[in-house]
């Protein structure tokens, strides 16, 4: 029994805690506390000394408890389930996905070095790689689904800063669009960059497709970052980030964690846990309803075209072949481009009653959005005509709902569309 090879799904319940040293507490307790008590001042030696990486930890020893800044029952214990998905050595969690892009790009990175990062990437993600890094000395260069490696090669070549490239960071699928970036193809460019001195990482967002749904350690990605917030979380009532990968790059990243003071605490951590024990139910209730309501949008007549990866064929090429070696599902994210332009998508959007209208994604509740004016407003007209973010795409967040029910309402509000083009159309005849 105890050699048993338990699926994730079945450790999310117990993984990592012992009741025994908790009262007997059937489910980890939340330790509200700032700082924790040392049984003798050799021991708080011993701990900070590990803390700070002053040393190299003593066979069968763990980091012990010092200040919720740097360590937390609730945390620590959260940070193991994690690693349990993705098959990862470590894991770091943050207050917020966006915490945990930063503190990646900021320890990883210094001034002079190159990223080289895929296009869309999320709103808040592309203002802080174009705006931020490169007031601190990082260069940026961006590439596009429809390159080629070699093209993409060519363009680092072209750049002249080849021997500088440092990290490949890669959103896939690409929030709004469902376009998905060659995880492989990415570990190759950064093999041909690296060399004995360096090698250059690469990190992927994989809050789109979630634990469940794509593997990018097992792709050949250094980093996997997640926006908890979003499935891990699953409720759309805690804000969260965590980065997974080997002992050293996390061990890197909560140095830069402790100092930068972005660690989220055990409130947040004990509810991400609770939720860590539905999360494959949901998403694939999610993922089962996400299909349906696709299939349907397809069909339907005010639709242009839909995006998503449920409805990739052969004649799709390569982003079929990259989605069938790369992806376990298709997931729950769905974007669509309403005949017309924004103010059919805004009539569509105004006109839902089950389905809210607010960013963020992958809550139990189904959420709509526009994401040319909200979560890609700061990207430039001349990307978003090239990334396919038009004024007439909606994003659609699918959740747990009864199916038939959420068909109804996005086929009603969708009729209001057709009314208004029906305007437009007899304005124009007189």
Known sequence: ??????????????????????????????????????????????????????????????????????????????????????????????????????????????????????????????????????????????????????????????????????????????????????????????????????????????????????????????????????????????????VLGNNELIGKLKVGRTFFGNMAGPWTGWLLMRSLETLKLRMEEQCRNAQKIAQVLNQHPQIQKVHYLGLLQESDGEQYEIYQRQCLSPGAMIAFEIKGSEAEAFRFLNGLRLVKLAVSLGGTESLAQHPASMTHAGVSPEDKVRLGIHDGLVRLSIGVENVNDLLFDIKQALEKTAVSQTNQVVEEVY
């Open 1 to 242: 029994m105890k050699n048993a090879n338990f699926s994730p799904e079945s450790l999310m319940m117990s993984y990592a805690y012992r009741p025994e040293l908790s009262e007997g507490s059937l489910k980890c307790p939340i330790f509200q506390t700032s700082t924790f008590v040392f049984s003798s001042a050799e021991q708080g030696k011993a701990h900070f000394e590990l803390a700070y990486g002053l040393r190299q930890k003593n066979e069968g020893e763990e980091p012990g408890l010092i200040y919720s800044r740097i360590n937390n029952p609730d945390l620590q214990i959260l940070e193991e389930r994690l690693c349990l998905w993705d098959k990862a050595e470590a894991g770091a969690v943050f207050e917020s996905g966006m915490s945990a892009i930063a503190t990646t790009f900021m320890e990883l990175l210094q001034p002079g070095d190159l990223l080289l990062f895929s296009n869309p990437l999320y709103g808040g993600t592309d203002h802080f790689v174009r705006h931020f890094l490169t007031r601190w000395g990082v260069n940026v260069l961006g590439f596009h689904p429809e390159q080629s490696e070699a093209e993409i090669a060519a363009m680092v070549e072209a750049s002249g800063m080849a021997d500088r490239l440092a990290m490949i960071y890669l959103e896939t699928p690409a929030n709004p669009t469902n376009t998905l970036i060659d995880i492989q193809m990415c570990r190759r460019l950064a093999d041909r960059y690296s060399n004995p001195e360096k090698t250059v990482l690469v990190a992927v967002d994989n809050t789109y497709l979630g634990p469940l749904w794509q593997h990018p350690l097992q792709q050949g990605a250094d980093l996997v970052l997640y926006s908890a917030t979003k499935y891990i979380g699953g409720h759309s009532d805690v804000i969260a980030g965590a």
